[in-house]
């Protein structure tokens, strides 16, 4: 278990706080500016995409570092490597110039279907030595390491024989691949399969963890689902506090990507996490419960996103 205070964080930078660079915030920030230390943004929104939203993208990136976020490797998938998908990736990475690229342990899916959601791997060896395979030759091709982030799952496979922080823990010392640490997917996937989310933070290599993402889901019953429209409940800031007791800082990024706020409301959702830094931990109501079954949030930024 890792609990100096002192980590290395594979060379990278802590960017300080950020959040998820979206179209209905480009006007508000060309005018005043981006008020965060920096954005994330979805891959796929600009593969290919030379319009207002690139135009904004460039303007913004000249003052404000950003990191590239993808839905697509589709990393745990029986299907070929999608080369078409990481060329564009690739000539994107060297148009924009981002401190790193992340993506998920998921697979997005089969026979050339993409789902547009990130589907859940067996936590096997098997799985991870196809896993770490096919990483390495994306890193390979990249020219740089992955930072891969823990999904929200919904389902178990029974033949699992691996805890989903043993799989990453693996992962990163076969590969060399860094830790995008979501807490809520901890909090989400704890509550869904009855585990300890702070067992998680035990076991995870918090040297490898280069990013946090913090998010709201939402109780549909008996599960919470990560749909990212709301504000960050009281636990996973709890596991944030946790976090920062364990590590001198990580990049944080607030995620909201569905009943977006006005910008600076979501700003004041993102300085909570300075507040939660200097001890102070918000209390928020319980989850809102929905009329009508939640979607996943992977869908709503595919589709909606930026």
Known sequence: MATSTKLSRMGYPNLGYG???????????????????????ISENFIGNYGYARYALDSIRERTPLVMHGVSLSIGSTDPLNMTYLKQLKA???????????????????????SHDLLPLPLTEEALYHVATRLNIVQDYLGQPIILENPSTYLEFTHSTLPEWTFLAELTQQTGCGLLLDLNNIYVSSHNHGYDPFDYLK?????????????????????????HDQPVPTIVWQLYARLIELTDGVSTLLEWDSNIPSYPELLKELYKAKMVRDGHIPDHSPLLIPSSPPVSTPLNYQLGGV
């Open 203 to 227: 076991a995870i290599p918090l040297d490898k963890v280069v990013q946090i993402h913090l998010a709201g889901p939402t109780y549909h019953a008996p599960y919470l689902i990560d749909t």
């Open 19 to 41: 959040v998820g660079l979206r179209n209905k915030h480009l006007k508000h920030i060309l005018s005043h500016g981006a008020g965060v230390d920096w954005f994330e943004i």
């Open 92 to 114: 994107l990475a060297a148009e924009l110039s981002p401190v790193w690229i992340s993506d998920h342990l998921c697979w997005t899916g089969v026979s050339g279907i993409n």
